[in-house]
Nanobody, 123 residues
Framework: QVQLVESGGGLVQPGGSLRLSCAAS????????MGWYRQAPGKQRELVAT???????NYADSVKGRFTISRDNAKNSVFLQMNSLKPEDTAVYYC?????????????????WGQGTQVTISS
């Protein structure tokens, strides 16, 4: 199994910044895509940003210009720098990763989610 652990959430005032981190562990052979999703109360989970192993990024329109996704392939980690935060950014943020992991018979694909970290933007 591949586990993802997020950190860095919290309470900040509008206009503030937060940096989320997510580290993957387990019998990892390779990681392809990594990303961040969020789910606000009463809403569906939505994509925030994704990044491929080659560094190609994709952002939701609502966060373009404010959020930056990055990754450290050597450490199987992905980060989300969030600036100019707004109350509507309040949500539980989830890390996601997919790739291949070692198995008893070689390797197999995996897709994993973290447990989520709460981000609250409020004055």
């Amino acid at each position: 199994q591949v586990q993802l652990v997020e950190s860095g959430g919290g309470l900040v005032q509008p206009g503030g910044s937060l940096r989320l981190s997510c580290a993957a562990s387990g019998r990892i052979l390779s990681i392809n895509g990594m990303g961040w999703y969020r789910q606000a109360p009463g809403k569906q989970r939505e994509l925030v940003a994704t990044i491929t192993s080659g560094g190609t990024v994709n952002y939701a329109d609502s966060v373009k210009g404010r959020f930056t996704i990055s990754r450290d392939n050597a450490k199987n980690s992905v980060f989300l720098q969030m600036n100019s935060l707004k109350p509507e950014d309040t949500a539980v943020y989830y890390c996601n990763a997919d790739g291949r992991r070692y198995s008893d018979f070689g390797s197999r694909a995996f897709a994993s989610w973290g447990q989520g970290t709460q981000v609250t933007i409020s004055s």
